[in-house]
């Protein structure tokens, strides 16, 4: 898909405050640092559409994008990252996991995997979350340009393992160079009603 307009809508943690969109969403989730603001900056095509970091912990609450409007993105901040409070930490997963299970126009989840790094409880913890609703689950490696080749297969191998699916199942991205935009797109487009 081409992104024609891109637009942030708004920042929300609480229900009340999510906005109202009768569209397919997609979100993101995945571990603090793990790229996921850079991965929608890199499927939309702009530079800075979502807040991305060098600091883990950027994103503080949901942040829903508007694409061609015809579907809306959720960016969300990431979990494990070390240096927020418990309560904090405890808060946002709260606040995520209560999105994933309650958002009606939720169609996918993109699950944003740094390709150097194993699965966290986190993951598996939002995993069990949503194996109880019919949403898409669609596993995103990023960061493959620090990576050669060689290496990127093998990380490709053992995150299949533990997520106990299929390597061709795993969409490998850089948002650096760009790759994989056009396959996460076609997953993306996959999960939308027809
Ligand atoms: N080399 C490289 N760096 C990346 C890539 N994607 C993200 N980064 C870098 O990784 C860091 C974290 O990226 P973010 O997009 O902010 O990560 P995030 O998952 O949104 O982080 P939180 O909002 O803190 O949960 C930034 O310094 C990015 O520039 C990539 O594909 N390749
Ligand atoms: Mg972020």
Redesign the pocket.
Known sequence: MKTQQAEFVTSAAEPAHWPLFNTPEIVLV?R????????INALTNRNRLAY???M????RMINFYRINESLSLA?T??YG?AKRSKADGIRFLADLKNYLAKRENLVAVLW?LDIRRDIVAEDQELFAVLKRRNIALLPVL??S??LSKSQCLLRVKSLAAQLACSPQDLLV????NKTGMSEVWQAVENCLPK
């Open positions: 995945g603090s640092n793990a790229g996921k603001s850079s991965l991305s970091g060098k883990p912990g950027v994103t960016d901040p990431g990252y944003i990023t960061k340009d620090k991205t850089s948002a650096l």
